[in-house]
C-alpha cells in the first residue's frame, strides 16, 4: 500500500500543467512505488480537496487522464473523498500484491553486485527546467520533455520481470539517482561507486542541457528502476526486457564517509553536496558539484 | 478500504482542536467507516501536509494519540507520506475486512423492519454549537460535549456484533440522522419513519440545549450505528451489546416524495428542510424544521 500527496503551488502549477497531465502524473508517481517492489497494483483511491471556483469539466478532465492510465495496468479506481479546500490538495493511496512472498526492496544489496537502471536519466529534470523557463526550440524534443516530465510511464512490467528474473534488490528514481541510491546502500549497509559517463542521458537532453550529467545524477522523478544484482541476472533481465538496461556502476564494502562515490570522465571523484530533490530544488541547474 | 481528509480552517480550527484530539478524530472518522459495515480494521496509513512554522511537540502528539486510539483496535499504522502546504491537511487511509463474505452494507432494508441506533444522537453536534461559542457552566456536562465532539469512540465492535447477529443493512451516523438514513433508503429502495420522541438523546444534551431534538435529527458526527432489522434480530443484538440500542422508528414501502418521515410528540409530520451536514452547518442550531 503507497499514498502520495500533491499540493498546488508546492508540486506543481496550474499555470503550467494541464488537468489531464496532473491526474496522469498524480497516478503515475503512486504506480511507480508499486512496480520498485515488482508489485502488481490493484485499487486506487483519490482524495480531492478543492477550492470552489474550479471548473467542473477540467475535473473529469483530470479523472478520465488517471483512470485511462489505471485501464493500462488494470487498476481501479474504487473510491476516495472530495472536501473543499482553499487550493487543491491530491491524494491517493495505491493497493497492489507480489505473486510470491518475495518482494524487491532497498536491503540486500551485496558488495561486487552491478548498479543498473532502466531507460534514461534526467529527461524529468530537464522538462522541468523547460516547464520554469528554458526555451527549446524544437517541437518534438519540447513534447519530449514535457512527456518526461509530467507524464512517466511507471515501470510496472519491468519491476515484475526483475523479480522473476531473480533481482531482489530495488527502487525507482523519485528523489534523484544518487539520492535513490544512497536509500538502498543505507538499507543494505553498502556503499556504491558509480561513473559518470555510463549514465544514460536521452540525446534530447544531450543536445539541449549542458548540465545533462547534473541533471541525470541529482535531477529525481525520473521514476525509471535502479536495481541491484550480479552479472548474470542482469544479463538474463536485459534479454527479457525492451526497454534500456544500463550498468552504471558496482557495490562497494560499506565506507562510512561517503555511501555513493561518482566517478567522473577522468576518473576523478566527484564532490557534491549531499541530497536529490531538495538539493535539486534549492540550487535549480547550477553548481551541483565541483571537481577536486 | 476507506479514506478521509481534513482541511484545516474547513473542518477544524487549531484555535479550538487541540492536536492530540485531531490525531484521535481523524483516524476515528476512518474507524467509524470500517465499523458501518462490521469490519475489522487492519492498517492505517496518514498522510500530512503542513505548514513549515509548526511545533514538532505538536505533531508528536497528534501522532501519539491516533496510535492510542490505533491500539485499542489492533490497528498499526504502517506508513504514509509528508508534504509541506499552506495549511494542515490530514488524510488517512484505513483498511480492514470481514471474516465472512457478509458485510453490513446499505442495501437490503425491508419494509416492516424495525430502525434502531446504538448510543446517543445529537451529543457531537452540540459539542460543536459549545466549541462555537455556547457557554456550558457545568465541568463535567462541557468535558463530555467535548468529547463527543472530538474524541468518538468508533463502533468497531459493535458493528461486528451486529453481523454476526444477523443484521445486513446499516449505516455510520456522521452527515446526520436524517440524512443518513436517507441514504438507507436510497440504497435500499425504501422509505422510513421515525418518531423524534424516542430518539436516544444524553440527559446533558437534553438539559443544556433546547434545539436537542434537531440536534438529534441532523446533527451529524455522533459516528453512532444506524441499522435496520426485524424484532427478534434487534432483541438478540440488545442483549449482545453493553451500549444502548434504541428502536427509533420502522421501515416502510417506498414512498417517492419523502424518503424519511419525522413525527413530532403529538403524532404529526414535521416539514424539514433537505440536507444534514450541509445543512446544519449552514443553519447552524436554528429554524431546521417548522411545524405544519
Not at 13 to 22: I, P, R, S, Y
Not at 122 to 146: H, Y
Amino acid at each position: 500500500v503507497t499514498t502520495d500527496t500533491l499540493v498546488q503551488d508546492v508540486h506543481f502549477d496550474l499555470k503550467a500543467v494541464t488537468w489531464e497531465e496532473l491526474g496522469w502524473k498524480a497516478l503515475a508517481v503512486n504506480l511507480s512505488d508499486i512496480a520498485a517492489m515488482g508489485g502488481i497494483p490493484t485499487y486506487a483511491l483519490l482524495s480531492l480537496a478543492l477550492p470552489p471556483q474550479l471548473d467542473v469539466d477540467d475535473i473529469i478532465r483530470f479523472v478520465r487522464s488517471m483512470i485511462y492510465l489505471a485501464n493500462q495496468f488494470d487498476v481501479i479506481l474504487i473510491g476516495g473523498n472530495t472536501v473543499a479546500a482553499p487550493q487543491v490538495v491530491i491524494n491517493m493511496t495505491l493497493i497492489g500484491y507480489c505473486k510470491t512472498n518475495a518482494m524487491l526492496r532497498r536491503t540486500g544489496a551485496l558488495p561486487g553486485e552491478q548498479i543498473s537502471v532502466t531507460g534514461y536519466l534526467g529527461s524529468s529534470a530537464a522538462g522541468l527546467a523547460m516547464l520554469k523557463g528554458k526555451f527549446i526550440r524544437d517541437r518534438e524534443a519540447s513534447n519530449f520533455l514535457r512527456q518526461a516530465h509530467l507524464k512517466p510511464t511507471p515501470r510496472i512490467r519491468e519491476g515484475q520481470i526483475l523479480l522473476q528474473q531473480g533481482v531482489r534488490t530495488a527502487i525507482d528514481i523519485s528523489d534523484g539517482l544518487v539520492a535513490d541510491l544512497e536509500h538502498i546502500c543505507e538499507a543494505s549497509g553498502v556503499s556504491a561507486k558509480i561513473r559518470v559517463d555510463q549514465l544514460p542521458v536521452h540525446p534530447v537532453v544531450k543536445t539541449n542541457f549542458p548540465d545533462f550529467q547534473q541533471l541525470a545524477l541529482f535531477g529525481g522523478e525520473d521514476y525509471e528502476l535502479l536495481f541491484t544484482a550480479d552479472q548474470e541476472t542482469i544479463s538474463r533481465v536485459r534479454q527479457s526486457l525492451a526497454c534500456p538496461i544500463t550498468v552504471i556502476g558496482e557495490v562497494t564494502r560499506e565506507i562510512s564517509a561517503q555511501r555513493v562515490m561518482v566517478i567522473d570522465d577522468r576518473g576523478n571523484i566527484l564532490r557534491y553536496e549531499k541530497g536529490g530533490w531538495n538539493h535539486f530544488r534549492n540550487a535549480a541547474t547550477t553548481g551541483k558539484f565541483t571537481q577536486p
